[in-house]
């Protein structure tokens, strides 16, 4: 018989209602310290650095007390509590973002269960679990597209999820065509000049869908098989079919204007028994892209993206929550890992995507209206762990040596930053307690549009009558109006662009470039219009009124979800 991690307390944790459905949270942060190679070398962080974590995990931290503290103590709460957690490992390479989300190398044996990481033990304690079924899928991104890792590395085209999932990502598609030769540097008329590769304006862009579309209808030719062209896609006639009958289901996607981001048609496994948890492990270690540098020898070179599906059922009534553990890829000075060739271009790659998830973040915690999540797939996909509805968790993996010491910085800005993230986060099934949000939809909507009554009658801030600075008062105000029409016109132009990519019809990449030029002003005009906001003529709303909209705000995504 296969051993357990645990063998007390198994279930418990999961069943029974919680007092705590709270619905405003911050993700959670936690620190790991990776024990020095060398041990004369110091791997203490306290008093070197500010942050200030959730949990702070010593060198000498064990996995068993890794899970008592990330998983047992937080994200089991929550799915206890009907909400969808992620639990994120952030941090340089080699700092331990596998060793803690998997194990050690070779650690994945029924023998060796001290030492596995906190996914195996998640899933056996969910497998132990009385009432519950699980089901799992593997998603790597690699070079910014993404892959099945349970099915041969089969690769997935990102989707927007709330809409049609069949709608493809644009941008990861778009990335996916590299323009070399005559297209890269192309004249466009609207610049007049040569465009520079990576270049999204609407004449590189179509440029870039037509060699594209040469180039699958050569490949066509070669393999002897027919193109259907543009127009008529089977595969994509087949993601409609699929999106359509998915709509029919009690399950179907939430249909709002905030678009969330998923993967199409990975392979999902039920997992049965300890030895289905540790061969779907192994499966996922082995088929990830991996290479050996100088700081780390087996070196993960793609964000592993693992989704647990927890079906409850308890008394004829069935809950489906989801739970998501992403091992990032880790940020890497070439310097340092001396890497060369691929190995290199992959570094510059998951920099890239890491750069995005930094920006993200930024925006987040600097609570800009638009969030950069479309600038890569591992931002997209992650869209919901970091601005969505899912209870997160993410452990900052660090090595805590001082030769290290610029990259621990970086990361532990990175957690400082996420840190200050609040999210108004909702139970899906969950019977929440707070009076604002219990009760149906009718009357949730009433106490909605009451709500926004009594907002009028608070002090909203603004320009000080009393300042006397009028042109800076003119131009935030004639700021702000345009960066409202800004706000508005890109609102039109994200729905055209999803219009014309549902219909098949419609310039796509005409319309994704407009949508990316309108994105850049909106940046550009609230960057000017938050500057002006520091000045001294600008009044901050009163506390009544952020209270009153941060609860306005909660009551709509508790209703967003009743759709
Ligand atoms: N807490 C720890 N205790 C013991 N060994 C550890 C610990 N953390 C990491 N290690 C070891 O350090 C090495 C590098 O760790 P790991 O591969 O998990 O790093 P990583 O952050 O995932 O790196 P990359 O981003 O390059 O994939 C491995 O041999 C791992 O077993």
Not at 120 to 137: A, Y
Not at 187 to 210: N, T, V
Not at 289 to 300: F, G, I, K, V
Request: positive net charge; glycine residues 8%.
């Amino acid at each position: 018989m296969l051993p357990s991690v645990r063998k007390s307390g198994v279930g418990s944790r999961l069943s029974g209602n919680s007092s705590n459905t709270a619905s405003s949270y911050q993700i959670s942060v936690g620190v790991r310290i990776r024990p020095s190679r060398f041990p004369e070398l110091p791997s203490s962080l306290e008093t070197r650095h500010f942050l200030r974590p959730n949990h702070l995990m010593q060198p000498e931290t064990t996995q068993d007390s890794m899970y008592d503290t990330l998983v047992v103590n937080d994200m089991l709460l929550k799915l206890r509590d009907n909400f969808s957690t992620s639990m994120i490992a952030y941090g340089q390479t080699g700092s331990g973002k596998t060793h803690t989300i998997f194990g050690p190398e070779g650690c994945l044996r029924p023998d060796k269960s001290i030492d596995w990481g906190l996914m195996p033990r998640l899933l056996e304690e969910l497998l132990n679990t009385e009432n519950i079924s699980v089901s799992v899928s593997a998603v790597e991104v690699y070079q910014d597209l993404a892959y099945d890792l349970l099915n041969n590395s089969a690769p997935l085209t990102v989707g927007t999820k709330g809409r049609d999932q069949h709608t493809e990502s644009m941008s990861a598609k778009m990335k996916n065509v590299k323009v070399a030769g005559p297209l890269a540097g192309q004249k466009g008329a609207s610049s007049g000049g040569a465009h520079p590769a990576g270049c999204y304006c609407c004449y590189c862009e179509r440029a870039k869908m037509k060699k594209q579309e040469d180039f699958k209808k050569m490949m066509a030719e070669r393999r002897g098989e027919p193109y259907f062209g543009k127009g008529v896609d089977p595969f994509k006639d087949a993601l409609k079919k699929k999106a359509s009958s998915s709509s029919q289901s009690p399950n179907r996607a939430r249909r709002s204007s905030s678009v969330d981001y998923a993967t199409v048609g990975e392979k999902v496994q039920t997992l049965k028994d300890v030895s289905a948890i540790l061969a779907f492990c192994r499966t996922v270690e082995l088929s990830r892209a991996s290479a050996s540098h100088d700081l780390n020898e087996r070196s993960s070179r793609s964000h592993c993206l693992v989704t647990v599906h927890v079906i409850t059922t308890v008394g004829g009534k069935t809950t489906h929550n989801k739970c998501l553990l992403v091992d990032l890829a880790g940020s890497e000075r070439i310097a340092k890992s001396k890497v060369e060739g691929v190995e290199k271009a992959q570094a510059i790659e998951i920099n890239k995507s890491l750069s995005a998830l930094g920006r993200v973040v930024k925006s987040l915690a600097a609570k800009n209206s638009h969030v950069p999540y479309r600038d890569s797939t591992l931002t997209m996909l992650l869209k919901d762990s970091f601005g969505g509805r899912a209870s997160t968790t993410v452990v900052i993996c660090v090595s805590g040596v001082e030769a290290h010491d610029e990259e621990t910085v970086r990361s532990l800005q990175f957690g400082e930053r996420l840190g200050g993230v609040r999210r108004s986060t909702v139970a899906r099934n969950a019977s929440v307690s707070d009076a604002n949000l219990s009760g149906g939809k009718a009357e949730l909507e009433e106490r909605l549009s009451a709500m926004k009554a009594e907002l009028e009658g608070l002090d909203a801030g603004g320009v000080d009558p009393s300042a006397t600075n009028p042109a800076a008062i003119r131009k935030f105000e004639k700021d702000s109006k345009r960066l409202k029409a800004l706000g508005d016109r890109l609102k039109a132009a994200e729905a055209s662009e999803y219009d014309a990519g549902r219909k098949g019809g419609g310039d796509v990449a005409t319309l994704r470039a407009q949508w990316t030029h309108l994105n850049d002003d909106v940046e550009r005009v609230k960057g000017a219009v938050d500057r002006l906001t520091k000045r001294p003529f600008w009044r901050e709303p009163s506390k009544a009124w952020q209270r009153k909209d941060r609860e306005i705000r909660e009551l709509e995504g508790r209703l967003s979800l009743m759709l």
